[in-house]
């Protein structure tokens, strides 16, 4: 059912929003990443279970998390901050999870968004590899 929705995308060919395809695989590399980084990777999952939200975490007795993120009619970019807040949210500590408090150190937070970044430079090469060849055809 995937395959046959289209995705949409702006003027210059790059996804306006993530396929399922996509969102697992941003959250292979943010999970990787989070990993190498000494961070807790929780599960992701698309769409949250509670109809309506934007995104969602569930926390279980051993410490691990499953974060849900809506991709659908949502920006690229948005969902991608949704998965690292849910990383930042997953390594909160509990006594500080209620105050809101907790943020990833700078070095931490970059890494996440480097992994991001390779994940979209290669969604953008991939589009304008498929943009040229398609007007390759066309000459």
Request: glycine fraction near 6%.
């Amino acid at each position: 059912m995937e395959q046959s929705r289209q995705q949409s995308s702006n003027p210059q060919g790059f996804p306006t929003e993530l396929t399922s395809v996509q969102f697992a695989q941003i959250a292979r590399d943010l999970t990787e990443a989070a990993r190498q980084n000494g961070l807790v990777a929780p599960t992701f999952r698309s769409p949250p279970r509670t109809a309506g939200l934007r995104r969602s975490i569930n926390r279980r007795s051993d410490g691990s998390a499953t974060v849900s993120v809506a991709r659908r009619g949502r920006p690229v970019m948005a969902v991608i901050a949704d998965m690292i807040d849910g990383i930042q949210a997953a390594n909160a500590p509990a006594h500080r999870q209620s105050a809101g408090k907790y943020h990833l150190n700078k070095e931490l937070y970059d890494c996440l968004w480097s992994a991001a970044a390779s994940f979209l430079a290669f969604s953008w090469e991939s589009a304008e590899s498929v943009r040229n060849s398609g007007s390759q055809l066309a000459a």
